[in-house]
């Protein structure tokens, strides 16, 4: 098949002659278009096309921007037809010596629609300005219209300056120069992509554009955005924008957050005005977003999508509801310690915390905060973060936690992904809110100079809000109970796997994983906990228990030490401690500096958890010498679902070793399934609980997740099988229903042999003397791949290199008593972990690493 630009087909291209009704037009005017359409190949394929993709490029473009979804459709033979449109003065279609406006091409495209006698039912599919006037067309003709996409576009400024890029582009003394002399404009907008676009596409996007004469439509776009109230395509803009809020149609919103002209913030207001859409945001993917990624495959899944997974998903999440203030509601008069802080020294009663979360709920409430606004919370563990959690669960706000683990850059991606109207933060927080362009109305912890809180952006202060919340609801009963369905939080994972995903919990489900942990580990109202594991410091007051928070950096759990974990203890008589693996190491390793009185506080532990990652048996055991009198348990779970399964140390001696490591059988209401692996390592769709099948670990239980906030595509992958949670781990359930976790499903190594799974061969080779710890990872192409070992020695390796060989030696008659042959074993000093736990290898960079320098190229440590 011949193509007339790469990747598109010739028997594509075709031009139209349509007669137009558009008003700038003299009567009896018609223009000729072109169009990319499949409808000849539909018929010589004898497919009848269940619906029609209109799909309207932007500027500078033109509908070789919609060729993916044209071959996608092509190569599954899928029954679709797809109409990608040059406007009129764009692409190769006619220059028609008229300035057209914003109704005009809503017109025109009308006009075209007409002539090809397209009646439905339509799919509209829009990129930048092609997405208004896509819009446009779709409210004129509501009854043809079945589904709405949206690519990277803008229907309002939203109270927003014009984007820089436009601005200039606007500006009288450029504006001539850049979009029609030049081909500036063209180059700039090109320069946009990621990653950068091959030169012969870069060609093909050029093509139509060659001289002044051709650009001439790609300059009048520009001039005719409507950003002044007074610009001619203003009203049709505001009519467009208005009227898109009554379309009940089903919406997909794409987006590629690295867009420097429609920024979030226009995601955002799109999101307000459709409600209902499907959204998701390509993390690292920017202004040319069908350049950018695959987007023809949601597109398509997102048409042939049914919600029975989701419903199925749903009814796992009817249990009994107990609303998350319940506890602290009814100690309205308890004086007795719920709180307390470490560092400074600090305490609140149940009746005080009753008292300052109603003012605090009261004080945002009088600023604005409503039902399911989001208010991001960066704020440490504590007093004040506590307040403000149960805060805005009295208002029905949505909280996002995302901590300063993360990262700089990871913060950042995370917060303008939640897209929270508020931001809660302490001055370091608010630092970075200013200069990194942060969404939210900034509210600071802390009173602070007036200086200081104008540079800052700071509109608000903790202290003003709970004084004017302390007038207004001093009793806390204006408030209205929360929907039980819905948003109640926004928590982000490690990023240990890729960008931090935002996971949304209901008000049921966050209610629901406080029961679990009430009921598994017996955690009544009156118990005593320390939160050295920050996913667990918001459950104290729902659990009716005192909470303290040990005097660490809890973003760095290697920061807590045996001293300050027992002083915590200490403080509220602790019976119970939630603790990271990173976090008890350091314990142990500071445990030294214990004197006699903090060792007897910590005798009177009964209950010590470790959860973020899997901890061997050896460490496990030097905590009970430190825990005597504790239950010592280490719970598996994910921010999706925590916790999943439990297992105690008497559990993991009596499971002994085997392929993985053994984290116990579900809690109390979750169940556990598998997906198990084909010869190529994918897993499958069927959930078997047969003994020893290795595949993908599912879940469902009540305090599952809801969903991935903004991210569509993931979502429904983690739900693809009905009423299951895929987890992303590979494990296998034994004989005694005990769940093994085997490692990820992305670090599976695809060998000559089959799917290999890491943990067992990582443990093989931990168990060498000499040994650190040790990473299995993938080398080569799919199917072929050798295995490979990345270790830490003891003592540690000064610098990255091949192990020794007596070592690489022991560990390959290690590993090879679980059935993996090592092609390789290299040492490094220190292998690279996720910043939130400091636990979990990141086997992905190593894997490149690792290529990298058995591939010859220098060796540095990674």
């Known amino acids: 098949m011949t193509e007339i630009f790469p990747g598109v087909a010739r028997r594509y291209s075709r031009r139209v002659q349509v007669p137009s009704t558009t008003a700038a037009d003299a009567p009896g005017t018609s223009h000729q278009w072109h169009l990319l359409d499949n409808e000849s190949e539909l018929k010589d394929k004898g497919i009848e096309p269940v619906g029609t993709l209109l799909c309207v490029h932007g500027n500078p473009t033109w509908s070789y921007l919609w060729r993916g979804l044209l071959n996608h459709v092509s190569a599954h033979e899928l029954p679709w037809r797809v109409v990608a449109v040059d406007q009129l003065d764009m692409g190769f279609s006619a220059r028609t010596g008229v300035f057209r406006r914003l109704a005009d091409r809503v017109n025109d495209l009308g006009d075209l629609t007409t002539t090809l006698g397209i009646t439905g039912p339509v799919t509209t599919v829009g990129h930048d300005w092609g997405g208004l006037i896509s819009l446009g067309w779709a409210l004129a003709h509501q009854q043809q219209l079945a589904n709405v996409v949206l690519t990277n576009t803008a229907v309002h400024p939203a109270g927003f300056e014009l984007p820089a890029a436009l601005r200039l582009a606007s500006h009288p003394a450029v504006h001539g120069w850049g979009t029609k002399r030049t081909d500036a404009f063209l180059r700039t907008t090109h320069s946009l ?44 803009l505001e009519a467009t924008a208005e009227g898109i809020k009554s379309l ?37 993917a920017g202004h040319l977003l069908p350049e950018d990624r695959d987007i023809a495959t949601p597109v398509f899944d997102f048409l042939g999508h049914n919600n029975e997974s989701k419903a199925a ?36 009663s149940w009746s005080q915390l009753g008292q300052r979360v109603n003012a605090l709920a009261g004080g945002l409430a009088g600023i604005g905060v409503k039902p399911g606004d989001r208010v991001n919370l960066l704020v440490p563990p504590g007093i004040e ?81 709970l004084e004017a919340g302390s007038q207004a609801t001093p009793a806390g009963t204006d408030f209205a109970p929360a929907d039980p369905d819905a948003d109640a939080a926004v928590l982000f994972t490690s990023g240990s796997t890729g960008p931090a995903k935002g996971v949304v919990y209901t008000h049921r489900q966050l209610a629901a994983m406080r029961d679990t942990l009430r009921e598994t580990y017996d955690l009544k109202a009156g118990s005593a906990l320390v939160a050295g594991f920050a996913p667990f410091a918001l459950l104290g007051p729902a659990l009716g228990a005192t909470s303290v928070t040990p005097d660490m950096d809890v973003t760095a759990p290697r920061t807590l030490t045996a001293g300050a974990l027992a002083d915590a203890a200490a403080a509220v008589d602790a019976t119970a401690v939630f603790a990271s693996p990173a976090a008890l190491a350091n314990v142990l390793e500071t445990q030294d500096s214990l004197d006699a009185s903090q060792r007897r506080v910590l005798e009177g532990i009964s209950l010590m958890l470790s959860a973020g990652a899997p901890i061997p048996e050896p460490l496990l055991a030097k905590v009970q010498d430190l825990v005597p009198n504790a239950r010592v348990h280490t719970p598996y779970g994910m921010t999706e679902a925590l916790p999943v399964t439990d297992i105690d140390l008497d559990g993991i001696r009596a499971a002994g070793s085997g392929n993985g490591v053994c ?166 000093p220190v292998l690279p972990t996720d910043i939130r736990h400091n636990s979990k290898i990141d086997r992905a960079a190593l894997a490149t690493w690792a290529t990298t320098t058995l591939a010859g190229g220098r060796i540095r440590n990674p």
């Open 663 to 828: 984290v116990g059988t579900p809690v109390a209401g979750a169940q556990v399934s598998i997906a198990p692996l084909d010869a190529s390592g994918k897993a499958g769709d069927t959930p078997e609980t047969t003994a020893n099948l290795t595949g993908e670990i599912l879940v469902r239980a009540p305090h599952v997740k809801d969903r991935y906030d903004r991210l569509w595509i993931t979502e429904q992958l983690s739900t693809s099988i009905p009423g299951w949670h895929r987890t992303g781990d590979v494990g296998h359930l034994d004989d005694a229903g005990r769940l093994w976790v085997e490692g990820r499903l992305g670090h599976v190594l695809n060998t000559p042999t089959g799917p290999k799974t890491p943990v067992a061969a990582e443990q093989a080779a931990e168990s060498v003397t000499g040994a650190g710890r040790a990473a299995l990872v993938g080398v080569g192409p799919t199917g072929t791949q050798a295995s490979v070992v990345v270790m830490e020695t003891v003592p540690p390796a000064r610098r990255a290199a091949p192990a020794p060989e007596a070592l690489a030696q022991a560990v390959r008659v290690a590993v090879a008593r679980t059935g993996t042959k090592v092609s390789a074993v290299l040492v490094v």
């Open 313 to 348: 998903h749903r009814a796992q999440a009817l249990a009994v509801y107990r609303p998350m203030l319940a506890e602290l509601d009814s100690r309205t008069e308890d004086n007795s310690t719920a709180v307390v802080d470490i560092n400074p020294p600090r305490s609140l």
């Open 385 to 465: 973060l506590t307040s403000l959690i149960y805060a805005c669960l009295r208002l029905g706000a949505v909280i996002v936690v995302a901590d300063a683990g993360l990262g700089t850059q990871g913060l950042g991606r995370a917060i303008r992904g939640a897209g929270p109207g508020y931001l809660i933060g302490i001055d370091r927080a608010l630092t970075g809110a200013r200069f990194l362009g942060w969404p939210g109305t900034r509210i600071a912890v802390q009173d602070m100079p007036s200086a200081k809180r104008k540079l800052l952006g700071v509109a608000h202060t903790i202290p003003e809000l």
């Open 248 to 284: 009940k149609v089903p919406a997909l919103l794409l987006w590629g957050p690295k867009d420097p002209v429609f920024s979030d913030r226009y995601l955002r207001d799109l999101m307000g005005r459709l409600p209902h859409a499907a959204v998701h945001r390509f993390e690292g």
């Open 193 to 236: 992509a990621h990653p950068a676009l091959k030169p012969e596409v870069r060609k093909a996007f050029m093509a139509p554009y060659t001289n002044a004469n051709r650009r001439t439509g790609v300059g009048n776009f520009v001039a005719d955005i409507p950003f002044t109230e007074d610009h001619p395509s203003r009203p049709a």
